[in-house]
């Protein structure tokens, strides 16, 4: 995406709103690799989650959210056949795909859920990780606008910006990959 936001701002003087949103919209793409990237750790991750952390998951259809909450035998019984296993890898994913990462503390949480450590390289990237975080969350729930103005106003972005916000989630993901390979 940050190839076509130069190929289409390429001669032009200013960058037009297009362009604008197209950065944003890697913002928000971006973003979302990271949360996918963190939760696809943590299913890879899940058969060394302690049971403190496993007693935060619903059985897989009980939760809207993927919380925890109690449960009969009799709702046990849509899994005639399948082995606890199946169950708990069900329900794990289950509650995965109701997980985000809104700030670098969900993030290290993830991380440490997982079995791995949260090191100092890692933590060298939250600064700009949170920068992203926080503007995507601008991005997407207020449209980008500038609150502080009187007038309808958007914030402005850079490719510069964005380029270190990617270099950052891509950086913080091998240092993860690196750990995992140790382990």
Same mark, same amino acid.
């Given at each position: 995406?940050? &190839?076509?936001?130069? *190929? ?22 971006? $973003? ?7 939760? @696809? ?6 058969? $060394?989650? %302690? ?9 897989? %259809? ?7 909450? #109690? ?6 019984? +849509? =899994?005639?056949?399948? @082995?606890?296993?199946?169950?708990? +890898? ?8 109701? *997980? @985000?990462?809104?700030?670098? @503390?969900?993030?290290? %949480?993830?991380?440490?859920?997982? %079995? ?6 890692? &933590?060298? $990237?939250?600064?700009?990780?949170? *920068? ?5 969350? *601008? ?21 510069? #910006?964005?380029? +270190? ?6 950086? =913080? ?7 995992? &390979?140790?382990?």
């Amino acid at each position: 995406m940050i &190839r076509l936001y130069e *190929q289409t701002s390429v001669g032009t003087s200013g960058r037009r709103a297009i362009e604008l949103d197209l950065l944003r919209a890697i913002v928000v793409f971006t $973003h979302s690799t990271l949360e996918d990237f963190i939760r @696809s750790i943590m299913e890879f991750r899940a058969p $060394h989650w %302690g049971d403190e952390f496993l007693n935060r998951v619903s059985l897989s %259809g009980l939760s809207e959210t993927g919380r925890a909450t #109690k449960f009969s035998l009799g709702n046990l019984t +849509k =899994f005639r056949g399948q @082995s606890v296993d199946d169950v708990l +890898k069900i329900s794990i994913e289950e509650y995965l795909t109701k *997980q @985000s990462f809104n700030n670098t @503390s969900d993030l290290s %949480g993830a991380i440490e859920n997982s %079995g791995l450590t949260v090191n100092q390289n890692i &933590r060298n $990237h939250y600064p700009l990780l949170e *920068q992203m975080i926080s503007r995507r969350h *601008q991005i997407v729930h207020n449209a980008d606008r500038n609150l502080n103005s009187s007038s309808i106003s958007y914030n402005s972005i850079s490719l510069g #910006k964005v380029r +270190k916000w990617k270099n950052a989630v891509d950086d =913080f993901s091998v240092e993860i990959i690196i750990q995992l &390979r140790t382990i």
